[in-house]
């Protein structure tokens, strides 16, 4: 039932931020590459998005990823409970974030579980900023550009987002990783002013 309430906030602030800058559904959707039908779904919290969707919605609106998240009063210090962030699930894979709402926020910390068989590898996302990815437990794969990166407990990768990058869990084991992204200046500006809608 929370994960619930926290998809359909999530959707809550896509319409909300939709709506700031005068955009359609129509006008969301091909800017952003979606379907107008998915984000209508998404907005009325029928439809829990994907780490991607999230990506190509935050680019679309000039805010990091994070936005998503956050509550609502900025803070200088965030403290995360375990299995206490707010988690977005898509089919085989679900990200928790670990952190959102600090001033002048810089990192955009996430936990994910890739279920076995779970992937993105179809769907290559980037974005502004550096991405590190460290392995906490299980394997998975880990494709950047043409190159793909078997990733098992204790591994790290890390490079510029810019590149697209995509994952999957041909193992017969959960994969848990952290993510961390950069945050990039002119974003979060855009994502501060968003704060009190």
Not at 19 to 31: F, G, T, V, W
Not at 81 to 108: C, D
Request: proline residues 4%; positive net charge; hydrophobic residues 35%.
């Amino acid at each position: 039932m929370e994960s619930l309430q926290m998809d359909f906030d999530i959707g809550k602030r896509i319409k909300a931020l939709r709506e700031d800058q005068s955009l359609s559904l129509r006008a969301l959707a091909k800017k952003c590459g979606l379907s107008f039908n998915a984000i209508s779904r998404i907005e009325r919290g029928e439809n829990s998005p994907s780490v991607v969707t999230l990506h190509r919605l935050a680019t679309a609106f000039g805010v990091p990823i994070t936005y998503f998240f956050m509550k609502e009063v900025e803070q200088k210090i965030i403290f995360t409970k375990h299995n206490e962030g707010i988690v977005s699930r898509s089919s085989g894979f679900e990200m928790q974030s670990l952190g959102s709402g600090l001033i002048h926020q810089q990192l955009e910390p996430f936990h994910m579980l890739i279920k076995p068989g779970g992937r993105r590898f179809t769907d290559p996302v980037s974005h502004a900023g550096d991405e590190l990815v460290y392995c906490l437990e299980g394997k998975l794969e880990y494709k950047v550009e043409h190159q793909v990166f078997t990733l098992e407990k204790g591994d790290s990768l890390f490079f510029k987002g810019d590149q697209g990058h995509c994952w999957r869990n041909p193992f017969s084991a959960e994969a848990r990783v952290l993510i961390i992204f950069q945050s990039t200046p002119n974003k979060h500006n855009l994502f501060q002013g968003h704060l009190t809608n």
